[in-house]
T-cell receptor, first 115, second 111 residues
Framework: EAGVAQSPRYKIIEKRQSVAFWCNPI?????LYWYQQILGQGPKLLIQ????????DSQLPKDRFSAERLKGVDSTLKIQPAKLEDSAVYLC?????????????FGPGTRLTVT | GEDVEQSLFLSVREGDSSVINCTYT??????LYWYKQEPGAGLQLLTY???NMDMKQDQRLTVLLNKKDKHLSLRIADTQTGDSAIYFC???????????WGAGTKLIIKP
């Protein structure tokens, strides 16, 4: 079974530029998550999709971040304009409910450096 | 409020047992998880335990849950160099399945 795919793996941009990340979840997984992981911290949930609808985007800085999940499969996360504090690893995860437990499967992440 | 706390580092000798500890504050947690993150890699689910269980064992891994003290631990028997990683504790509630994460414990293996 193929895992969660993300691209690019690394990105370096200057502040005020824009950037986009792509995620392809595990086939059949209805739920998709985007996390931001700053060095030395645990992941912070940015947005959660159920199919192509948003379940929770309460921690997404909507003035500069946007995300979409067209057709309930692939998803893109965009930052425009980027700030220095956006430097982090952006992780995508997907899950399929199994009983009452939720196992999230993570992609390798995109490491963003904003200079 | 929701908060998950872990020690930042743990150093053990190869072959010894490692015990990584975690405390959480939300008594309504339904599941508690341990994830492993190796350098440059994504997070890998190691194991999880339902909140009405005290213990779960899976090969070299043993999870202990003290619900009264809101304390979770992960024991790795016969620690190997391949166990070097950051270990994250996380909790979730049944209502939305979102995970609340600790900051991670870096496991350092000494030869």
């Amino acid at each position: 079974e193929a895992g969660v795919a993300q691209s690019p793996r690394y990105k370096i941009i200057e502040k005020r530029q824009s950037v986009a990340f792509w995620c392809n979840p595990i086939s059949g997984h209805a739920t998709l998550y985007w996390y931001q992981q700053i060095l030395g911290q645990g992941p912070k949930l940015l947005i959660q999709f159920q199919n192509n609808g948003v379940v929770d985007d309460s921690q997404l800085p909507k003035d500069r971040f946007s995300a979409e999940r067209l057709k309930g499969v692939d998803s893109t996360l965009k930052i425009q304009p980027a700030k220095l504090e956006d430097s982090a690893v952006y992780l995508c995860a997907s899950s399929e409910r199994s009983g009452s437990a939720v196992e999230q499967y993570f992609g390798p992440g995109t490491r963003l450096t904003v200079t | 409020g929701e908060d998950v706390e872990q020690s930042l580092f743990l150093s053990v000798r190869e072959g010894d047992s490692s015990v990584i500890n975690c405390t959480y504050t939300d008594s309504s947690s339904t599941y508690l998880y341990w994830y492993k993150q190796e350098p440059g890699a994504g997070l890998q689910l190691l194991t999880y335990i339902f909140s009405n269980m005290d213990m779960k064992q899976d090969q070299r891994l043993t999870v202990l849950l003290n619900k009264k003290d809101k304390h979770l631990s992960l024991r790795i028997a016969d620690t190997q160099t391949g166990d070097s990683a950051i270990y994250f504790c996380a909790e979730s509630m049944d209502s939305n399945y979102q995970l609340i994460w600790g900051a991670g414990t870096k496991l350092i293996i000494k030869p």
